[in-house]
């Protein structure tokens, strides 16, 4: 789907999903791939408790700066928040060699796990990529991921990880719009 500043409600869900639990938790580290307008960023933000600290990866150049000029006024100026750090590049290379550890990773990446625009992505929703999610995860910690459509090959590739998975269904509008899936994985 093209990205449009009047239909963000999945966007906001994905944040609320993966990060509702951590409010309470202090000092909370999410990695969000996946910049867009922002507008996945400031659920995030809105969520998660003032000690927070979120990475967003982005790997077009020209989005952040979009997000820094006039763009980033819809979502409110998520990259400007203190707990806002930008990565430029691919999240796939946080995850393969950052040591961080994180309670949640959101990926906002392509049309999802299957619907590639840049076939670089195929590696974040891989058996490989889940296992790299899954071992950069804290206990009890949340890799939830957008996609335009339910894909079960890629639930059952996570459960293959050891993760347990919901997916939700959800409009790009409250109550209207086209329908995404959330898939919402919790580390046991």
């Known amino acids: 789907d093209l990205m449009n500043s009047r239909m963000h409600h999945s966007e906001d869900e994905l944040a609320r999903f993966a990060c509702s ?6 000092n909370a ?34 989005v952040v700066e979009w997000n820094r000029g006039l763009l980033g006024q819809c979502a ?32 906002d990446v392509d049309n999802g796990p299957e619907a590639m625009t840049h076939s670089d992505n195929e590696w974040l929703y891989s ?37 347990t998975v919901q997916e939700r269904t959800v409009r790009a509008r409250p109550g209207k719009g086209s329908r995404h899936t959330i898939f919402v994985a919790q580390k046991k």
Request: charged share 25%.
């Open 29 to 62: 580290q999410v990695l969000v791939g996946g910049l867009g307008m922002g507008f996945t960023l400031a659920a995030v933000l809105k969520t998660v408790g003032v000690s927070a600290r979120v990475v967003v990866a982005e790997l077009v150049p020209a």
């Open 127 to 163: 058996l490989a990529g889940l296992k790299s999610m899954y071992k950069k995860l804290r206990p009890e910690g949340i890799v939830a991921v957008w996609s335009a459509r339910a894909n079960p090959i890629f639930t059952s590739r996570l459960k293959k990880t050891g993760f």
């Open 76 to 107: 409110g100026r998520p990259i400007d928040d203190k707990r806002t750090r930008v990565h430029l590049g691919d999240v796939a290379d946080l995850l393969k060699q950052q040591p961080d550890k994180y309670d949640a990773i959101l990926l």
């Open 21 to 26: 639990r951590l409010s309470i938790i202090k």
